[in-house]
């Protein structure tokens, strides 16, 4: 039995089979992380949606920035963009099925056997591991409860950018989203800068990527995300692992054995 940690796969599904051939993937024995979206942008969304949806308990999912845009628009908030390659499962017969799924999934995964957690961007450097699981949590409870779309229409924003306990409501709720599925360049203290997507290089004055200040997870805790693709996996770093090898740009998707570390990865060419 062995348990594989998966970079975003954006609609990509022939590359996630082949490298699901490569790892000689047991669907009896294995388990399968994703690190948030599933979706989007790529040419299979929704056959990717029905394919992840399929694996039942033998997989393990957490939101990221596209499953909640996909999300939203279901509900009528937002927009769809030139680049989403979304209407095919907003179309589907069994979209109701598949959205209430996906809607129902975290923020944060975290196994105390392996000790990793999974959040789609990261985990800000104000958090400890206790405090990001009862944050996503919160945002949890919302997204399936009666207030969800309260949350979808005030979701495309960035402010507050720094967490404040104090912070209440809708407002509270969008900063640990963002966080968690849009974070990539901070403050020691957690101030986010949203619009930088390059690599590390390109941080703003008093900024850096997320992994670069000292973390307050337990000791020798693993964290596994995606989001990132400008960092072409590479984080210097032993305990921090980026997935998203930009499979939907051309780059190729990216497996890690959770037991051992090991890599695995296969090209995309869509």
Same mark, same amino acid.
């Given at each position: ?36 979206? +599933?979706? @989007?942008?790529?040419?299979?969304? #929704? !056959?990717?949606? %029905?394919?992840?949806?399929? /694996? ?6 957490? +939101?990221? @920035?596209?499953?909640?845009?996909? #999300? !939203?628009?279901? %509900?009528?908030?937002?927009? /769809? ?190």
């Amino acid at each position: 039995m062995a348990t594989y940690a998966i970079g975003d796969l954006q609609g990509c599904l022939t590359p996630l089979l082949n490298l699901l051939n490569t790892i000689q993937y047991n669907p009896e024995q294995d388990q399968l992380w994703f690190a948030g979206d +599933l979706i @989007n942008r790529g040419p299979e969304s #929704l !056959a990717t949606l %029905r394919f992840v949806y399929s /694996l039942g308990d033998k997989a393990r999912v957490v +939101l990221g @920035n596209h499953d909640l845009h996909l #999300l !939203a628009l279901s %509900r009528g908030f937002g927009r /769809l963009k030139k680049s989403d390659t979304l209407k095919e499962i907003l179309n589907a017969p069994d979209r109701d099925q598949l959205l209430d799924w996906l809607q129902s999934q975290p923020l944060c995964y975290f196994d105390q056997t392996l000790n990793t957690v999974m959040t789609h961007a990261g985990i800000p450097p104000c958090w400890d591991l206790s405090q990001t699981l009862s944050y996503s949590q919160e945002v949890t409870d919302t997204l399936t409860g009666d207030h969800a779309d309260d949350f979808f229409n005030i979701m495309y924003g960035s402010d507050p950018h720094q967490w404040d306990n104090s912070v209440s409501g809708m407002e509270r709720l969008r900063i640990i989203v963002n966080y968690l599925t849009r974070m990539r360049f901070c403050t020691a203290s957690g101030k986010l800068d949203l619009k930088s997507k390059e690599g590390p290089s390109t941080a703003k004055k008093h900024y850096s990527p997320w992994f670069s200040y000292p973390s307050k997870l337990p000791k020798d805790c693993q964290v596994v995300f995606g989001h990132w693709a400008a960092l072409e996996g590479k984080v210097n770093h032993p305990n921090i692992h980026a997935l998203d090898t930009g499979c939907v740009w051309g780059g190729s998707l990216t497996a890690m054995r959770l037991d051992d570390r090991q890599l695995f990865s296969t090209p995309c060419s869509l």
